[in-house]
T-cell receptor, first 112, second 110 residues
C-alpha cells in the first residue's frame, strides 16, 4: 500500500515564527513531491514542488527532501495569519499517469 | 492565468439518481483526473484519463463511475446510481508542467 503520512495537527505557531511541517512516504519509487495548501471548502493549491534531495526555497517557503529517509518537509518563515490552512503533502511515482497520492494533511493555525 | 473550471459548484441529488459533474481542463494539458475528498478526509485519486481513454483507476472507481471527454474541451464524471457515501467534494485536475486543480463540485446525496 502506497502511503503518505502526516501529523494531522493542529499545529499552532505564533505570527512571525517558523512553521515546520513534516511528511513521510512509503513508496521508494516516488520521484516527485509536492506541498499543497488547502483552505476549508476550497481546492488544493500547489505551493511547492521538489524533485531532488536537498532544499528548495521560494519566498517564505522552503521544501526539504531526503529520499534515503523517505522524508519531505516544508518550512514557512515569518508565518502570517493567512498561512492558516491545511497543508497537504503529496507524492508521485515515476510512471506515465501522473497520479498523485495525498497525505491527510496537517492543520496549521497561526496565532496573531 | 489559465485555470481548470468545474460545474456545478454544488449538486444535490437523491440516492439512486444519476449525476454528471463537468470540468474544463486547461487547454494544452494532456492528462486529466478526478479526485474526491469526503468531508474531513484526505484527497483520494479516482481516475486518470489520457489520449481519450482511462489510464489508471482506483478501487473506488467501480462500475457506477464513468468518465468521458465528449468534445475537445469538456471532461465529465458520471455517477450512475448515487449512494449516500458518494457525498464529497469532487475535484478535477489537469497536468501540464504540474497538476492544477479545479475549484471542486460539492456533491450531496440525500
Amino acid at each position: 500500500q502506497k502511503e503518505v503520512e502526516q501529523n494531522s495537527g493542529p499545529l499552532s505557531v505564533p505570527e512571525g515564527a517558523i512553521a515546520s511541517l513534516n511528511c513521510t512516504y512509503s513508496d521508494r519509487g516516488s520521484q516527485s513531491f509536492f506541498w499543497y495548501r488547502q483552505y476549508s471548502g476550497k481546492s488544493p493549491e500547489l505551493i511547492m514542488s521538489i524533485y531532488s534531495n536537498g532544499d528548495k526555497e521560494d519566498g517564505r517557503f522552503t521544501a526539504q527532501l531526503n529520499k534515503a529517509s523517505q522524508y519531505v518537509s516544508l518550512l514557512i518563515r515569518d508565518s502570517q495569519p493567512s498561512d492558516s490552512a491545511t497543508y497537504l503533502c503529496a507524492v508521485k511515482h515515476a510512471n506515465r499517469d501522473d497520479k498523485i497520492i495525498f497525505g491527510k494533511g496537517t492543520r496549521l493555525h497561526i496565532l496573531p | 492565468e489559465p485555470e481548470v473550471t468545474q460545474t456545478p459548484s454544488h449538486q444535490v441529488t437523491q440516492m439512486g439518481q444519476e449525476v454528471i459533474l463537468r470540468c474544463v481542463p486547461i487547454s494544452n494539458h494532456l492528462y486529466f483526473y478526478w479526485y474526491r475528498q469526503i468531508l474531513g478526509q484526505k484527497v483520494e485519486f479516482l481516475v486518470s484519463f489520457y489520449n481519450n481513454e482511462i489510464s489508471e483507476k482506483s478501487e473506488i472507481f467501480d462500475d457506477q463511475f464513468s468518465v468521458e471527454r465528449p468534445d475537445g474541451s469538456n471532461f465529465t464524471l458520471k455517477i450512475r446510481s448515487t449512494k449516500l457515501e458518494d457525498s464529497a467534494m469532487y475535484f478535477c485536475a489537469s497536468t501540464g508542467d504540474t497538476q492544477y486543480f479545479g475549484p471542486g463540485t460539492r456533491l450531496t446525496v440525500l
